[in-house]
């Protein structure tokens, strides 16, 4: 069944450590993204990967970290330094840059 | 960079009647999506729709790409059509950028 998966669903992380978001996707796309939400917001881009070993920041990538090793995979690690982590999280693929956007089903992540 | 303004940013219906949603953008665009966020969260993609015309089902959508806006019609609405409708835009790259959503609810 191809699709983006996205675990876990719920994390929970004591203030000063690090997380880390998986975001697989079996669609053979090159691109893929993260998102985050806060509540009542619209989405806001975190990084972004056109291409395997390869990624740039977005609008928000202060206290975020990712890695491209492989084309089907793109993990964002939520550090210490990010002052205020509690989002939903969001990945999203494309096959290229514009086209249609795919999105998972996101990660809520809450600071305890 | 690219600025997106939805509107309404609420809309109440009652079941059955239309309605239509807005978003405009600051720029021009050559990708522009609509989707509908269920109560869970998960972006369901609705259109890919740069520019024209397209329909599916109860739902149609129209861009009209050299006045940079897009129009989301929802006909005879049910109550399965509640939740929040996003559209996004990216100009040369695949960076969507977001508006603000339109929170829908209908009411049976």
């Known amino acids: 069944d191809g699709g983006i998966t996205q675990s876990p669903k719920y994390l929970f992380r004591k203030e000063g450590q690090n997380v880390t978001l998986s975001c697989e996707q079996n669609?053979?796309?090159?691109?893929m993204y993260w998102y985050r939400q806060d509540p009542g917001q619209g989405l806001r881009l975190i990084y972004y990967?056109?291409?395997?070993?390869?990624?740039q920041k977005g609008d928000i990538a202060e206290g975020y970290s990712v890695s491209r090793e492989k084309k089907e995979s793109f993990p964002l690690t939520v550090t210490s330094a990010q002052k205020n982590p509690t989002a939903f999280y969001l990945c999203?693929?494309?096959?290229?840059?514009?086209?249609?956007?795919?999105f998972g089903q996101g990660t809520r992540l809450t600071v305890v | 960079g690219i600025q997106v303004e939805q509107s309404p940013p609420d809309l109440i219906l009652q079941e059955g009647a239309n309605s239509t949603l807005r978003c405009n953008f600051s720029?021009?665009?050559?990708?522009l999506q609509w989707f509908h966020q269920n109560p869970w969260g998960q972006l369901i993609n609705l259109f890919y729709?740069?520019?024209g015309t397209k329909q599916n089902g109860r739902l149609s959508a129209t861009t009209v790409a050299t006045e940079r806006y897009s129009l989301l019609y929802i006909s005879s609405s049910q109550t399965t059509d509640s939740g929040v409708y996003f559209c996004?835009?990216?100009?040369?790259?695949?960076?969507?950028?977001f508006g603000q959503g339109t929170t829908l609810q209908v009411k049976p």
């Open positions: 999203a693929s494309s096959t290229q840059r514009n086209t249609e956007a795919f």
């Open positions: 669609l053979n796309h090159d691109a």
């Open positions: 990967s056109q291409i395997v070993n390869d990624f």
């Open positions: 720029d021009s665009v050559n990708n």
């Open positions: 729709i740069p520019s």
């Open positions: 996004a835009g990216a100009r040369g790259t695949g960076k969507l950028i």
